[in-house]
């Protein structure tokens, strides 16, 4: 007997049916302890339902407003503007591109009011000169609000 066959006799031999089992057991160890990618996600609907859609920003009352700020620029404080706040209407300097149903909803979202009407003129800027040097100013777009009797804006009270 060699040197070596000595150590050949203390590993113990198993059939390959018992090993091939082992290989089985590990696998199935391994793949339990390893968590899927997306365990997180629910699982798919069925095949006869569709499922909804993912909104992008919930409307509510902040996006409202956020938007609002961007339509109405500012409130016109003029002395004809002033005058027709009499008449329950009231003058805003808008966003040159916006029209009569982004501003309706501008000021439903901001003060809380159904417009009854709005009326929107394209204001020509102004030429202006400063000694020598002439030019233009920038064109813009004005919107007079008319709400109902009995509702009001607040906008002329630190004035």
């Known amino acids: 007997m060699g040197f070596f066959d000595k ?7 198993k059939p390959k049916a018992i090993k091939k089992q082992e290989k089985v057991e590990l696998k199935k160890a391994e793949k339990k302890e390893v968590k899927p990618k997306y ?10 339902t569709t499922a909804p859609k993912a909104i992008k920003g919930k409307p509510g009352k902040k996006t409202e407003t956020k938007e609002a700020y961007r339509i109405l620029i500012k409130p016109l404080v003029t002395e004809k503007a002033t005058n027709l706040v ?3 209407q009231y003058s805003f300097m808008v966003a040159k591109s916006a029209n009569k149903i982004e501003i309706q909803k501008a000021i439903k979202g901001l003060y809380g009011f159904e417009p009854v009407a709005i009326n929107i003129i394209n204001m020509r800027g102004k030429q202006v000169r400063t000694g020598r040097v002439s030019g233009k100013k920038k064109n813009w777009k004005k919107a007079i609000v008319t709400l109902k009797p009995g509702e009001k804006i607040e906008i002329y009270e630190g004035v």
């Open 7 to 13: 150590f050949k006799k203390k590993l113990s031999v």
């Open 39 to 48: 365990a997180t996600l629910k699982p798919k609907a069925e095949a006869g």
């Open 86 to 88: 009499a008449n329950n």
